[in-house]
């Protein structure tokens, strides 16, 4: 894509709109928990972005969306108390990393398949930001984890996968699924009544 395109106005006020969105759903995620996991719905912005922009887009908004999480986050305290580097590496690097990856996916199917290609977006945008957390965890914060009386390989795989992770990442994973499809299509549809 060459930057002429990249810059067109609609581009980046939909940028613009989602950077605003991702900020909102992040601050909204960390101070209204719904137990048993966070309400994070803000992985669906990021997969619009990355389809309907580009990976750099996504990258973007990947980006604010570990910036505001660093900032507002009561879960990343403990973490940032351990080891603040490592807690600001891993954050940024998922929070990219799932933006980019999810833009990559779209580019490589839209070509067969758009919806298609959104779906597998918006899967991987979830496993790219989850896997990351967890090779981070073993990576970092296994001795905290032993500081939380959490010991031994089985036990840490349990409270890593179940606990920490678990349900909030179905959750997660589930949601983008269902509604990154069905946000790109209404633009889609949108955009091509306006031509």
Request: net charge positive.
């Amino acid at each position: 894509m060459n930057t002429k395109q990249f810059f067109e106005t609609k581009k980046i006020v939909l940028l613009a709109l989602l950077t605003a969105v991702v900020i909102l759903l992040q601050i909204l995620a960390s101070v209204i928990p719904v137990y048993p996991f966070r309400l994070n719905l803000v992985l669906i912005p990021i997969v619009v972005g990355a389809a309907m922009i580009s990976p750099l887009a996504g990258c973007w908004l990947g980006l604010v969306f570990s910036i505001v999480v660093l900032w507002t986050s009561p879960d990343v305290i403990p973490f940032m108390t351990f080891n603040p580097a490592a807690s600001i590496i891993v954050i940024l690097l998922r929070g990219v990393m799932a933006g980019l990856c999810s833009g990559w996916v779209y580019l490589a199917l839209a070509g067969k398949d758009k919806t298609v290609a959104v779906i597998a977006a918006a899967a991987i945008c979830s496993i790219v930001n989850t896997g990351i957390f967890v090779i981070g965890i073993y990576l970092f914060f296994i001795p905290l984890l032993a500081e939380w009386g959490v010991t031994g390989a089985a036990n840490i795989a349990s409270f890593v996968f179940l606990v920490m992770i678990g349900f909030n990442f179905l959750f997660e994973f589930s949601i983008n699924l269902i509604f990154s499809p069905a946000i790109v299509r209404l633009i889609q549809y949108g955009q091509a009544k306006r031509q």
